[in-house]
């Protein structure tokens, strides 16, 4: 079965630029999710999707920060303009089903940002 | 609001030994609780949960953890640790009606020969 797959797997790019991720979750994984990973912190949920619809996104900075899974299946996250804050993993992950807590999620291997 | 804490930043043991990684939780109800592991360049991989039943969990790679209802505590052990182990450890938890999973500050585990 194959993972969660993302690219870029690193960006550096400027403070004020925009960037653009990209996930492809595990087939017949519903819901999908996009964390961002500070170093030396845990994961911390930016935005869930559950098919094409979203289901949390209360701390998704939203002044700068985007995503979208048209299609119910891959999904973008950008951001615009970058900040140097932004600079962390972006992890996506997915899982069987939202509302069923106990469903364990599936990450992908990240991308780095790193944001100069 | 659900909070998960996880007081060492790093655990020191010596292969063979057992380990513990602790885990303490604040959240209304009953929840479940997952652990997941970090290996370097790598994405989380999922260890083990707790749902309901027998307080002791067994999971991936001989690991279990043991859940412990009135201290809020769901502690990561492993009879004999291997080097291999050495590794980024999370702790994470949601709330039974809830959709975000909450995680740990994370505790570093390294396991010398």
């Known amino acids: 079965e194959a993972g969660v797959a993302q690219s870029p797997r690193y960006k550096i790019i400027e403070k004020r630029q925009s960037v653009a991720f990209w996930c492809n979750p595990i087939?017949?994984?519903?819901?999908l999710y996009w964390y961002q990973q500070i170093l030396g912190q845990g994961p911390k949920l930016l935005i869930q999707f559950q098919n094409n619809g979203v289901v949390d996104d209360s701390q998704l900075p939203k002044d700068r920060f985007s995503a979208e899974r048209l299609k119910g299946v891959d999904s973008t996250l950008k951001i615009q303009p970058a900040k140097l804050e932004d600079s962390a993993v972006y992890l996506c992950?997915?899982?069987?089903?939202?509302?069923?807590?106990?469903?364990?999620?599936?990450f992908g291997p990240g991308t780095r940002l790193t944001v100069t | 609001a659900q909070s998960v804490a996880q007081p060492e930043d790093q655990v020191n043991v010596a292969e063979g030994n057992p380990l513990t990684v602790k885990c303490t939780y604040s959240v209304s109800g009953n929840p479940y609780l997952f652990w997941y592991v970090q290996y370097p360049n790598r994405g989380l991989q999922f260890l083990l949960k707790y749902i309901t039943g027998d307080n002791l969990v067994k999971g991936s790679y001989g690991f279990e953890a043991e859940f412990n209802k009135s201290q809020t505590s769901f502690h990561l052990k492993k009879p004999s640790a291997l080097v291999s182990d050495s590794a980024l450890y999370f702790c994470?938890?949601?709330?039974?009606?809830?959709?975000?999973?909450?995680f740990g500050g994370g505790t570093r585990l390294m396991v010398k020969p």
């Open positions: 994470a938890v949601i709330p039974r009606a809830g959709n975000m999973l909450t």
């Open positions: 087939s017949g994984h519903a819901t």
């Open positions: 992950a997915s899982s069987l089903r939202q509302g069923q807590g106990f469903y364990e999620q599936y």
